[in-house]
Nanobody, 121 residues
Framework: QVQLVESGGGLVQAGGSLRLSCAAS????????MGWYRQAPGKQRELVAS???????NYADSVKGRFTISRDNAKNTVYLQMNSLKPEDTAVYYC???????????????WGQGTQVTVSS
């Protein structure tokens, strides 16, 4: 019914930048919050940044001042601009969307397949 497709991951040197994108498609009525999470090997998945439909943002302390989340509501797309990357940012990054479907009441969480970000020292 709904797909979240991520792109933009890769390998970058410390201090470099990457931009992640996540496009939602399918039987979507509306999208509330969208966000990015990450999971490093041996660690739990953690919130990196989130953004509401109105544009309010929230960031993990570890990325404040380096990462910027934004969204294009017309395209159902969320972005994560990552600057000044550090080796500790290495993880699989997952897109999340909390949304309403066209034909089913209620709100539901959907996840992307994940994209690998590797920062070399």
């Amino acid at each position: 019914q709904v797909q979240l497709v991520e792109s933009g991951g890769g390998l970058v040197q410390a201090g470099g930048s990457l931009r992640l994108s996540c496009a939602a498609s399918g039987s979507i009525f509306s999208i509330n919050a969208m966000g990015w999470y990450r999971q490093a090997p041996g660690k739990q998945r953690e919130l990196v940044a989130s953004i509401t439909s109105g544009g309010s943002t929230n960031y993990a302390d570890s990325v404040k001042g380096r990462f910027t989340i934004s969204r294009d509501n017309a395209k159902n797309t969320v972005y994560l601009q990552m600057n000044s990357l550090k080796p500790e940012d290495t993880a699989v990054y997952y897109c999340n969307a909390n949304l309403r479907l066209l034909s089913v009441p209620g709100r539901y969480d959907y996840w992307g397949q994940g994209t690998q970000v590797t920062v070399s020292s």
